[in-house]
């Protein structure tokens, strides 16, 4: 039996259809900004290809963040090239792990902000961002969006 939202591709791998599967819940709940849906997936391309344009469109669109299926310093700096550019990073939902490896989240998070701000010194030193607008980033990737996407509570930013 074939999964949800999934179609069988033709190199007889299940693909997922995330814009047909997810047309009916958005155009219905999308522009309701009181609602949140984050979106992970296994599948690296999908995020530049179809995630990051619904993100990037639908308030109600968070992408959860690459750290829990590519868990590397390349994982998440690809993850990290291939949303922004179309959903921004706003519209992300920043760190986040769960309690399964429970002592292991502090070195998880603090490999997560050396990543992030290593990714944003880059854009820092190609003139993309100024030191202000990198140190407020900062703390977003490792802070405010996990806060504001999990509606934990106030950020240093606000949302739209």
């Known amino acids: 039996m074939k999964p949800s939202g999934q179609t069988k591709a033709r190199t007889s791998r299940w693909q997922t259809e995330w814009t047909r599967a997810l047309r009916p819940l958005l155009e219905a709940h999308g522009n309701e900004a009181a609602l949140r849906l984050i979106l992970f997936t296994l599948d690296e391309s999908t995020y530049s290809r179809e995630l990051a344009p619904l993100a990037g469109h639908y308030p109600a669109l968070r992408l959860g963040p690459a750290w829990w299926f590519h868990d590397s310093p390349n994982g998440i700096t690809r993850y990290l090239d291939q949303v922004t550019e179309t959903a921004g990073l706003y519209n ?52 405010d969006l996990a806060k504001d996407a999990y509606r934990l509570g106030p950020t240093a930013y606000k949302t739209i």
């Open 92 to 143: 992300t939902a920043g760190f986040n792990d769960d309690t399964r490896a429970f002592l292991s989240i502090p070195a998880r998070h603090d490999l997560w902000r050396r990543v992030s701000v290593n990714w944003l010194a880059g854009l820092v030193l190609r003139g993309v961002l100024d030191d202000a607008d990198a140190h407020t980033l900062a703390r977003a990737l490792a802070y």
